[in-house]
Nanobody, 127 residues
Framework: VQLQASGGGLVQAGGSLRLSCAAS????????MGWFRQAPGKEREFLAA????????YYADFVKGRFTISRDNTKTTVYLQMDSLKPEDTAVYYC?????????????????????WGQGTQVTVSS
């Protein structure tokens, strides 16, 4: 599975961005997809995840109500809609994929359990 993240950019505080993660590969629809971010000098942190069916989503507490994860009907593209952006949201944003199992769902917040990673897209929020 190959992942291609896009949609990052420069936005003012309070603005919105929608990130996309295009997955290629015949079995990509079987994967749980996650979004993470990493700011300079900080560890990569979990933001949101969505199951292969798209029926269940998970969020880090600090993004609930501001970020929304979704995937399209063909299940090959995953989105992260980010609203009410803050300067502290500035980071490189990564999408990741892990085979959708119970264990993967339980470990969705851990970078170690994802098999595939996109290249990252920069999001900069100005004050």
């Amino acid at each position: 599975v190959q992942l291609q993240a896009s949609g990052g950019g420069l936005v003012q505080a309070g603005g919105s961005l929608r990130l996309s993660c295009a997955a290629s590969g015949r079995t990509s629809s079987r994967y749980l997809m996650g979004w993470f971010r990493q700011a300079p000098g900080k560890e990569r942190e979990f933001l949101a995840a969505i199951t292969s069916s798209g029926r269940t989503t998970y969020y880090a507490d600090f993004v609930k109500g501001r970020f929304t994860i979704s995937r399209d009907n063909t299940k090959t593209t995953v989105y992260l809609q980010m609203d009410s952006l803050k300067p502290e949201d500035t980071a490189v944003y990564y999408c990741a994929a892990g085979l959708d199992t119970l264990g993967m769902r339980l470990a969705r917040g851990s970078t170690r359990h994802y098999e595939y990673w996109g290249q990252g897209t920069q999001v900069t929020v100005s004050s």
